[in-house]
């Protein structure tokens, strides 16, 4: 069917506003803009925490480092054996008309001697190739076998090596015994030696020659001369004064070269 130019005029036209968008865009936008804000200001806090963290475990860790350290750190103490800390070798009575003498038990202090009598029988060690076996000492014609072990029954059969002390020509205190009036009387003259002196060690592999520094008269209990050194040294400890043996006489000699 036709329709007329005219009643298509004549249809009333109704205006209907146009939806805006514009508003709800706004809010949304406004709400994300504070959303990223307080997300940034978290992931910021978070980061700038993480650094505070691990800065402080740095330190803690430290900390903790310099403990472990200051525990693992421990004096180092030169090993010397047990009996040094009670007296000093060789210490025997004076010999009678028979020429007959025992250990002077009288000089170790009473509370100590059941320790002294326990280390009677120290392990003696293994014969080795740097080990002393003789001593020289050309001023006071001294020429004597070198055992190791520096005990009653060792001393009967020449000069005595405390064990653990060093060997020749190592750094550090090479310890030597022999009586002065009984086995030989190997040490009799040895306040007869000057500065100077020669003291000369051999081992199964060559000879070492020690100077004379000085002398000392001490107590029996005066272990501190058997003490280790930083250096190659040698003391030779022996009764005294002659039939007496109320002392020590002490002889210390460094290594030569």
């Not at 072990?149 to 020449?158: C, F, H, I, R």
Request: proline share 9%; hydrophobic share 40%; with cysteine.
């Amino acid at each position: 069917m036709a329709v007329e130019p005219d009643a298509l005029a004549s249809v009333p036209v109704v205006d209907t506003p146009e939806e805006s968008s514009d508003q709800p865009q706004v809010q949304v936008s406004t709400r994300r803009r504070v959303l990223d804000r307080l997300l940034l200001a978290v992931e910021v806090l978070a980061v700038v925490g993480l650094f505070g963290v691990l800065i402080s475990g740095f330190g803690v860790l430290r900390d903790l480092n310099k403990e472990v350290a200051s525990v693992l750190i421990q004096e180092t103490f030169t090993p010397t054996p047990l009996v040094m800390a009670v007296v000093l070798p060789s210490g025997h009575l004076p010999p009678d008309a028979q020429g007959n003498t025992r250990p002077n038990d009288e000089e170790i202090p009473e509370h100590l001697r059941p320790m002294v009598q326990s280390l009677a029988n120290i392990p003696i060690p293994t014969p080795a190739p740097d080990q002393a076996v003789r001593l020289q000492v050309p001023a006071i014609k001294i020429d004597a076998p070198i055992v190791q072990g520096d005990g009653w029954e060792q001393l009967k059969k020449g000069v005595g090596q405390n064990v653990g002390s060093a060997n020749p020509g190592q750094n550090g205190n090479v310890i030597l015994s022999a009586h002065n009036d009984v086995y030989g009387e190997i040490f009799r003259n040895l306040d007869k030696l000057a500065p100077g002196d020669q003291v000369i060690l051999y081992t199964q592999q060559r000879q070492y020659v020690y100077v004379v520094d000085r002398t000392a008269i001490v107590e029996p209990t005066a272990v501190e001369v058997m003490a280790g050194t930083g250096s190659p040294t040698v003391t030779l400890i022996s009764c005294y004064p002659y039939l007496v043996d109320k002392q020590r006489i002490v002889v210390f000699a460094r290594l030569q070269n």
